[in-house]
């Protein structure tokens, strides 16, 4: 499926991820609780953690957390429906840059989201030198294809 330009996340595509919607995602008003769409992007951020050959997340010397966290809500999704999550990368500092997201479902854009990533000493809790491999696939990816 073709997706328009306007519905990819800002930057260098560099993952992908599709999420089934569960029926406990969803909160008393009958859609998904806004806690989730925040969800939906850390499950596709560890995702593409996981590509990259990096042990489990917390359990290495170096990791990264999340210092700033947005999302733009456009149209409420509801159960049953699968999210396509994208993720987007840009602005690699020296122990950070900026990640972003966009859910669609089907030809629709639902949600908009970023977040600043931060590499970190996991024993000091102190910023580190993002690694090189990030860094990479930051400034050269050229974005994925359906």
Request: no cysteine.
């Amino acid at each position: 499926m073709s997706v328009p330009s306007s519905y990819l996340p800002e930057g260098n595509l560099v993952h992908e991820l599709k999420i089934p919607v569960r029926w406990g995602d969803m909160d008393a008003l009958g859609h998904v609780n806004n806690i989730m769409y925040f969800r939906y992007f850390e499950s596709t951020r560890l995702n593409w953690f996981e590509t990259l050959d990096f042990g489990v997340l917390g359990t290495e010397s170096q990791g990264m957390v999340i210092v700033d966290n947005h999302a733009e809500y456009l149209l409420p999704v509801v159960y049953p429906s699968t999210v396509h999550v994208r993720m987007g990368a840009h602005s690699p500092g020296r122990s950070s840059f900026v990640s972003t997201y966009t859910i669609t479902i089907g030809d629709k854009l639902m949600t908009r989201g970023s977040a600043k990533v931060v590499w970190i000493d996991n024993r000091t809790m102190k910023s580190t030198a993002l690694p090189e491999k990030i860094r990479q696939k930051i400034e050269s990816q050229v974005g994925l294809q359906d």
